[in-house]
């Protein structure tokens, strides 16, 4: 099965481990990178091999010690530049070779967001941070840049001695650079095999205070303490996980609270998880995207889809673990409850990209497809749901769990395609075929929109949500004097954001309706995230015009998809807000990361 977004040939030969000498140039914002991959042939009389890159300047190759030939090929919008190479001796099946490649990024390298010291919490130096998920890893270092390679990975790094440098491994060692006495060299290992998604890099003031036996918290020392506290039971998570999929084999788990341009949520990279500032709550109650990203320990990072229409098989596993530890921490009734509101998001994301949109489909085709424009929680949620419908159809928890068990074990350090895990599937659950045969498999995988089964969820928790939502809508005029803030005093923070997520899937509130609203609950001053986000979202909707401003300033401070795009979405559609939202966004495109940068301007139609 090849992979539609590398030009990479891992059916003829593979990478096995990488030894990367790096060194980091703030003024002119770019890296040298000395690579030397360890390929194994699969193939007999192999004469020459491609590796994906994307803004790179190739400088020299050479294999085993001796030059070699190189071009560089057709650039292609989003997938880059192939690099081939002529080998200067042929290589047989099973034969490995260390190829050596020198090469430097571009300042615009799409995997790096270099950060002014103003961008900064500490305001004195700059910052460098990779987003490698999903094909940016090629505008680091040429590579196999697809899922389905796998290898291990040493590495130097030589940057300015002010600073810390992290990566996704251990850390072994640091010394001053011999040949630059104002810059020191950072060593990390990562013993695990690893696709070269999972390559991350971080430079920059940060400080790290244990809270585990296994988990350090680096950030800038300005959030230090908040976050300290915000994931005090992350080894509590890590232990359910193991209970849940089986021993942690990656040594340590640290966490990186990085700068707010970030654009996701978390981002699994092993070792060192990379998180959001938007998830400091102040009570712990996003921190589930802790779980979320442990989690991934298992399902992503040790069992890997093997391309990225696969995706699903990563972040379905992992939202499925994610809500078990939930399950563990905080009762079944709120495993359900998040599993109900997934439902909604996966509505959202539906509603958004249209319900014939062949992005919706769970195992979509990529081909001629920029993976990043196709991200959505399509794979995260659809991925669940069906989990969570074969949990229900196959004998409940206890039983859905020890199939993701052997599941694990059964594809540990490899990668898995869609087939290959329903294969798994029936032949883990053979006495129950005629209950699988029952499942839409097509309408499942391979059909835009909702999936043909809604599971059933215990709806405790989201009753009160619901009863509140259905009073808003249905108030007329006076009626909205019987709204107090007594109302939301009783709900959970989880259950005010689905009290919102629902009000969004419905008809545009009106502007009486959101001004009430703020009176009696005074949203525009929560400093929840999720449901500042939906509140401001709610409120654009409404053609609220107050709000503008609130709405433009998240949609600045931070810069998580998530919320970013949404907003912008929301305020172009709004006529009274839109040039606003296109000057604001002018405004502050150098400031995001570029990933970001280049999804909102599309949203906005800006060239």
């Known amino acids: 099965m090849s992979d539609p977004s590398s030009f990479s040939n891992p059916e003829q030969l593979i990478t096995r481990h990488l030894n990367l000498h790096l060194s980091v140039d703030f003024p002119k914002r770019v890296i040298s990178a000395s690579s030397s991959l360890t390929v194994r042939c ?64 571009s300042p615009k390298s799409s995997a790096l967001q270099w950060l002014n010291p103003e961008q900064t919490a500490g305001k004195i130096h700059p910052y460098l941070f990779s987003q490698c998920q999903a094909t940016h890893c090629r505008t680091i270092i040429p590579c196999q840049d697809t899922p389905s390679v796998k290898f291990t990975y040493y590495c130097q790094v030589s940057i300015p001695k002010e600073l810390v440098a992290l990566m996704s491994a251990l850390h072994d060692g640091d010394f001053p650079d011999p040949s630059d006495c104002k810059r020191q060299i950072y060593r990390f290992k990562q013993n695990v095999p690893i696709p070269s998604y999972l390559v991350a890099l971080v430079v920059g003031a940060v400080e790290g205070k244990k809270i585990g036996p296994r988990t350090t918290v680096w950030t800038e020392k300005e959030l230090l303490e908040a976050s300290v506290y915000e994931f005090g039971e992350t080894e509590k998570m890590l232990k359910y996980a193991e209970d849940l999929a089986g021993p942690y084999v990656w040594e340590k788990y640290d966490l990186l609270i990085l700068p707010p341009s970030f654009p996701y949520g978390g981002m699994e990279n092993p070792c060192l998880t990379f998180v959001t500032p938007t998830v400091l709550a102040g009570d712990r109650s996003l921190a589930s995207v802790i779980a979320h990203e442990i989690s991934h320990s298992w399902t992503g990072n040790l069992v890997t889809n093997k391309t990225w229409e696969n995706f699903w098989l990563n972040e379905g596993h992992t939202v499925y673990l994610e809500r078990r530890i939930d399950g563990l921490l905080y009762g079944e009734q709120f495993r359900q409850f998040k599993a109900l509101g997934g439902w909604k998001e996966l509505q959202t994301s539906v509603n958004t990209f249209g319900a014939s949109n062949p992005l919706t489909n769970l195992v979509p085709n990529l081909h001629e ?35 993701l068990k052997a599941y694990i074990q059964a594809f540990s350090y490899k990668a898995v395609t869609t087939d290959e895990w329903k294969k798994f599937l029936y032949s883990y659950f053979k006495d129950k075929a005629e209950i699988l045969n029952q499942v839409d498999w097509n309408g499942w995988m391979h059909t835009p929109g909702m999936p043909p089964v809604q599971p059933k969820y215990d709806m405790t928790l989201a009753n009160a949500c619901i009863a509140l939502s259905n009073r808003w809508l249905e108030a007329k005029g006076s009626d909205l004097n019987s709204f107090t803030a007594a109302d939301i005093k009783a709900l959970s923070s989880h259950q005010q954001i689905e009290f919102l997520t629902l009000l969004l899937l419905k008809d545009p509130l009106s502007v009486s309706h959101v001004t009430h609203m703020q009176e009696v609950y005074n949203f525009n001053e929560v400093k929840n995230s999720e449901i500042l986000f939906r509140w401001l979202r709610l409120c654009i909707r409404a053609k609220w015009e ?7 300033k998240m949609a600045t401070e931070q810069g998580r998809m998530k919320f970013t795009r949404p907003l912008y979405r929301d305020l172009y559609n709004f006529d009274k807000a839109r040039d606003q939202a296109v000057q604001t966004f002018l405004k502050n495109r150098s400031f995001m990361h570029p990933v970001t940068e280049m999804l909102v301007a599309k949203d906005l139609h800006v060239s």
Request: negative net charge; hydrophobic residues 40%.
């Open 42 to 105: 699969l193939q007999d009389s192999l004469t020459s091999l491609i590796l994906d890159t994307k803004d790179l300047t190739i400088k020299r190759v050479s294999v085993n010690g001796q030059d070699a030939k190189f071009s560089l090929g057709t650039s292609h919008s989003f997938k880059g530049t192939p690099l081939e190479v002529t080998l200067p001796f042929p290589l047989t099946r099973g034969q490995e070779a260390i190829l050596e490649i020198c090469s430097e990024t």
């Open 369 to 403: 497809v920029d993976v990043d424009a196709a991200f959505s929680s399509v794979p995260y949620e659809k991925g669940f749901a069906l989990l969570f419908y074969l949990e229900q159809l196959l004998g409940g928890p206890d039983v859905f769990l020890g199939f």
């Open 546 to 552: 107050k709000v503008i401003p609130l709405a433009l």
